[in-house]
């Protein structure tokens, strides 16, 4: 009996050590005391947090909003250097995909259907940053490990297909009952206000391709007129409450980029600038008490009423790093308006896809007749009164400004704050010849002056984009902004892909930029 029963010890030893030889590395490696795969909730929280781009960065200096004055902590010129990859966060909305799928969800479920949508904003996000870059055989790890680039324009088409794709899949769950998905930390998992995301992203790609209007391929056009023509089919942004925006939450240590914490750090060390402080003031626009403070030295030491439009003085971004650090020294500049941003920890939320953009947006498109009988005026005022409501600025009524008091210790205090109530009237704003749309070629400066005081703070580089695009705003150049007096056009393209990816990086060169990574090319969409 002992015998048998060593043998069939022996035999059950024998047995796992040959199934052990089989297994590959892979399998060896295996913890299975951990958790060997992620939900595909959890994932998609990633991919949220991945595609938030946060205020107070490089992009906001060459958004030419707030600039630095003192150069430990940056400069304000248009050195560009590579461009972000996103492919690591790609590869999680497909592997998001795939743990949706292996949960036993049906082929079109929540995650597909904003995976689609995730792949038009990361692909297209790079491409407006670098041109060309690899899509089609991107993503396909060790089966491809040299990715060929596509164009800028297949970049577009294919982001559009997934974009159409994406709406019809939400249109589809949500007409089954479907409204809802695991892992949403924008809209608490509404599939629907995801649905007017999708189609707002797409009327914004369309304008970036405003100078390729007569491409059949892309049906600029068309595609524009389809969406603001058929809201049932395309649901769009109807409000602030559709905004796709990150909140920033002090309890779990998320806080805003400006706070409390750091005040003494970027409090005086940036300032306001001209380009966007200039228009504000040009067109007497009362957001500039809620965004700016009044600069001190024109109020303390010239008498100027702290309310005057006057006292708001931004930097010329071209000014020379030193000469901007004595003017801010002594008060010469506004700051950012510290009750407003450096008060809390949590600041404002942070709009990524916004309705008071979509509103310009579309007026744009019906400025440049790409909707007949559209009328441009109508969204480009809901687009203006959007962006005022977002800063509390009554239509007809009574706001209250508050000021840091100079020599105060305590941001937070809010009896450090001397108050003004300032008479604000949409109606008389609206009245001035600058501001009262024209139409023509008048109007589309009009809207994408608004478009630029819109986007403040907010969208990552759309403010430059749209600069890039139309020459509107009027970005300044000097010794502070380097790059020989221009402003920059694109960003290199990871150092990687020139060490990894030689041959195909050298041909993405040569088909665009003459054979160099210059930061001064012309990409496809600006040609």
Known sequence: M????????????????????????????????????VPASLLLTGVLNDAYEAPNGSYEVWNQYYLNNYDYYGNNRYDFGSGTAFYT???????????????????????????????????????????DVPLSQALLGLDNLTPAYDSQKAVFVQSFKWLE???????????????????????????RQWQKVVNALRLRLLLHLSKKTGDADLNVAGQFAAIVGNPTKYPVLTSNADNMQYVFVSATN?????????????????????????????????????????????????????????SFVGADAGLD???????????????????RYFRTLTGEPSIQVGYPEQCLNIAEGINRGWLS?????????????????????????????????????????????????????YASYYAQGGVQYAGGSTGLTQILQQKYLALFRHAGLEAYYNYRRTG??????????????????????????RTANTTNYQAALASQYGGNDDINGVMYVLK
Do not use: H
């Not at 030889?21 to 892979?26: A, I, M, P, Q, R």
């Not at 036993?104 to 479920?109: I, L, W």
């Not at 010469?332 to 308006?337: G, I, K, Q, W």
């Open 165 to 191: 794709q994406a709406n019809t899949d939400l249109t589809t769950l949500i007409a089954s009952g479907t409204t809802t998905v695991n892992g949403d930390i924008y809209f608490n998992g509404s599939l």
């Open 254 to 310: 998320n806080f805003y980029p400006n706070n409390n914490r750091n005040f003494g750090q970027d409090g005086s060390r940036k300032n306001m600038s001209a380009t966007y402080v200039g228009l504000l003031t040009q067109l007497q626009d009362p957001r500039v008490y809620a965004t700016c403070e009044p600069a001190r030295y024109l109020v303390d030491t010239q008498g100027q009423s702290p309310t005057s439009y006057a």
């Open 89 to 131: 966060t790609l590869k999680n909305v497909t592997l998001m995909e795939q743990q949706a799928l292996a949960a036993g969800s049906p082929a079109t479920n929540p995650y597909s259907a904003l995976g689609n949508f995730f792949r038009a904003y990361f692909f297209t996000r790079m491409s407006l940053q670098m041109g």
């Open 321 to 339: 790093l030193g000469v901007m650090y004595n003017n801010a020294g002594q008060g010469r500049y506004s700051f950012l308006n510290r009750y």
């Open 472 to 497: 509107v705003p009027t970005f300044t150049t000097g010794a502070g902004t380097g790059n020989s007096g221009r402003i920059a056009l694109r960003f290199r393209y990871p150092t990687s892909e």
């Open 373 to 425: 009988g559209g009328n441009a005026e109508t969204y480009y005022t809901a687009g203006i009164q959007a962006s005022m409501a977002s800063y509390s600025l009554p239509t007809s009524g009574t706001y209250t400004a508050y000021f840091y008091r100079p020599g105060s210790t305590d941001v937070t205090n809010t009896g450090n704050y001397d108050t003004y109530s300032i008479p604000v009237s």
């Open 2 to 37: 002992k015998n048998i029963f060593k043998t069939a010890v022996l035999l059950g030893l024998l047995t796992l050590s040959a199934t052990s030889c089989n297994k590959t590395l892979d399998e060896l490696t295996v913890n299975e005391n951990k958790p060997n795969a």
